[in-house]
């Protein structure tokens, strides 16, 4: 009887310790693709700001062409993105929000996102 206790006791602890390294890997998982999704981020955002910087400067200066003053041209650029952040501080909830808490859920748990599919 008390051979039995202790076969069942190490059973046990066996499959304890098997779900902690189960829950560990899942866990190493899910922060590997957060933070590959980060840098991924961080990096095409970082690129995007230059190809935008410059994009907006070469914009600046044509319309400062055709409008004969430099000042006026960077003065329209500026008046655009103040328009771009007027829409985006408008439609923020649909733009980013939703879509961010999307990602995550399927970022975090891609288990759950598999079976909405079928």
Same mark, same amino acid.
């Given at each position: 009887?008390?051979e039995?206790?202790?076969?069942?006791?190490?059973?046990?602890?066996?499959?304890?310790?098997?779900?902690?390294? *189960?829950i560990?890997?899942?866990?190493?998982?899910?922060?590997?693709?957060?933070?590959s999704?980060?840098?991924?981020?961080?990096i095409? /955002?970082? *690129?995007a700001?230059?190809?935008?910087m410059f994009?907006?400067?070469? /914009? /600046?200066?044509?319309i400062?062409?055709?409008?004969h003053s430099?000042?006026? /041209?960077? *003065?329209?650029?500026?008046g655009?993105?103040?328009?771009?952040?007027?829409v985006?501080?408008?439609?923020?909830?649909?733009?980013?929000?939703?879509?961010?808490?999307?990602?995550?859920?399927?970022l975090?748990?891609?288990?759950?996102?598999?079976?909405?599919?079928?």
């Amino acid at each position: 009887m008390t051979e039995n206790i202790d076969n069942i006791r190490k059973e046990v602890q066996e499959y304890v310790e098997i779900k902690l390294d *189960l829950i560990r890997l899942h866990t190493a998982e899910h922060l590997a693709r957060l933070l590959s999704s980060a840098s991924t981020i961080v990096i095409a /955002g970082y *690129l995007a700001f230059f190809i935008l910087m410059f994009l907006s400067f070469a /914009g /600046g200066f044509y319309i400062g062409s055709l409008l004969h003053s430099n000042e006026a /041209g960077f *003065l329209c650029v500026a008046g655009f993105y103040f328009l771009v952040l007027i829409v985006f501080l408008v439609f923020r909830k649909q733009i980013v929000e939703r879509p961010v808490i999307k990602a995550v859920v399927r970022l975090l748990f891609p288990k759950f996102d598999n079976d909405e599919n079928k």
